[in-house]
């Protein structure tokens, strides 16, 4: 199975994002791929990059990976964003 990759550009909160995705990694899973064009940390990665195998059905009833990538960044944002509230 040949691995053909789509690639997308987003900007989050100002920074520029690359998303990589390969709805057909193996036989049982997509590869989505993160990773901030300056390497800046992110809420989902301290690095500016992520790796992470799911489940193409996943990706798409979430949206497609541009969806879901946004939404997972907004979300941890939102939740590390609570707990530094909680601190206080």
């Known amino acids: 199975m ?3 990759y789509q ?3 987003l900007e989050w909160r100002g920074l520029e994002i690359e998303v990589r995705y390969c709805p057909h990694w193996s ?3 997509a590869h989505l791929e993160i990773e901030s064009m300056c390497r800046s940390p992110l809420p989902v990665t301290d690095t500016g ?3 992470v195998y799911t ?3 996943t990706v798409e009833r979430l949206g497609g990976p541009l969806s879901l990538v946004e939404d997972w960044l907004d979300r941890q944002a ?3 964003e609570q707990l530094h509230l909680r601190h206080w």
Do not use: P, V
Request: aromatic share 16%; hydrophobic share 20%.
């Open 7 to 9: 690639h997308y550009r």
């Open 49 to 51: 990059y992520r790796s």
């Open 78 to 80: 939102d939740h590390k």
């Open 55 to 57: 489940q193409a059905a």
């Open 27 to 29: 036989a049982c899973f």
């Open 2 to 4: 040949e691995k053909r």
